[in-house]
């Protein structure tokens, strides 16, 4: 098996880690708000600050300040909904939603605004992909969680897209990395703005087990070394970026796989995944679903 392969695979199974993380995190025990997680997750990305004494960072032209912006606002949107929607349902049945949402959202944009042609691979794998996302919902999703999730969904695919399609296209990775990370923490500065956003943030934070900020913070340690793996993946293999995309599914199956080992222990924060019939039917759902990726991105 090629090294790049297993890179990607290592970074998959720590991004499931990271998901299960924030499961947690945002759970009745832990920050109770979606908009406090998204608060510190964003603000956190100003440890970016480390790489202004390497020389690499310069000054950004107004183009790349605009799409970093709209980029920030994005994220935090949909990190927001992907929370509130962790609050309601299972990490298993989430991600593969929102991941799914997000391929095919990532499609119909490109096609839409970069004039990117529908291939029979898209048909075919968006088709899967949809199967697999009604079969792992059970149609028990309150309205209110299925519009967090697509909302989510499409977020995630437009701060992507940018950062693909636009910001490189005005800037080097080194600038670009920075500068959007920068502008995270601006978006989560502008959230104090909001009324009773800053008593939200700071009581939720007070209320919060004294172990919760150094929880957060591995979390997002670890996917952070996710991230930088699959970016080291790329560089190993710049000729299967798709099959690597492709692999971004493995999360789901990960974090199936992780929540019925871990069932027995924490029967609690699991009780939905650990009878029979549940394995079996989410498992049937994931299987569709990461067919669906491979055919999409392959």
Same mark, same amino acid.
């Given at each position: ?29 832990? +920050? ?21 004494? %390497? ?25 927001? !909904? ?17 991941? !799914?949402?997000?391929? /095919? ?11 990117? @042609? ?7 794998? %968006? ?7 009604? +079969? ?17 969904? /499409? ?45 939200? /943030? $700071?009581? !939720? %934070? ?8 150094? +929880?957060? @913070? !591995? ?5 952070? /070394?996710?991230?930088? @793996? ?56 994931? %299987? ?5 990726? $491979?055919?999409?991105?392959?």
């Amino acid at each position: 098996m090629s090294t790049w392969i297993i890179i990607v695979i290592i970074a998959q199974f720590l991004a499931a880690l990271s998901a299960l993380g924030d499961k947690f995190l945002v759970s009745d025990h832990q +920050l109770k708000n979606p908009t406090v997680y998204a608060f510190y997750v964003s603000i956190l990305s100003g440890v970016v600050l480390f790489m202004l004494p %390497s020389g690499v960072i310069s000054m950004p032209s107004t183009d790349v300040v605009f799409l970093s912006i709209v980029i920030a606002f994005a994220y935090i949107f949909s990190i927001m !909904g992907l929370y509130t929607s962790l609050r309601s349902a299972s990490a298993s049945e989430v991600l593969p939603i929102i991941g !799914g949402v997000a391929a /095919i959202a990532t499609f119909l944009i490109k096609h839409l605004f970069y004039g990117e @042609l529908f291939t029979s691979n898209f048909v075919i794998g %968006s088709f899967f992909l949809v199967i697999g996302m009604v +079969l792992i919902s059970h149609f028990r999703f309150p309205r209110r969680v299925i519009v967090y999730m697509f909302v989510s969904g /499409i977020l995630f695919a437009v701060s992507s897209i940018l950062v693909k399609e636009e910001i490189f296209q005005h800037t080097d990775f080194y600038n670009g990395f920075f500068w959007t990370r920068m502008a995270n923490v601006f978006g989560a500065l502008l959230l104090l703005a909001i009324p009773g956003n800053v008593r939200l /943030i $700071f009581m !939720g %934070s007070k209320h919060s087990k004294s172990n919760t900020t150094f +929880l957060v @913070l !591995g979390n997002k340690i670890v996917s952070a /070394i996710s991230f930088v @793996l699959i970016f080291y993946a790329l560089s190993l293999s710049s000729g299967n970026v798709s099959v690597i995309n492709a692999l971004s599914a493995l999360q789901y199956l990960f974090i199936f796989i992780m929540a019925v080992v871990l069932a027995p222990k924490f029967h609690a924060f699991f009780k939905d995944e650990i009878s029979k019939k549940e394995i079996l039917h989410k498992l049937t759902a994931i %299987s569709i679903i990461l067919i669906g990726f $491979f055919v999409l991105f392959t």
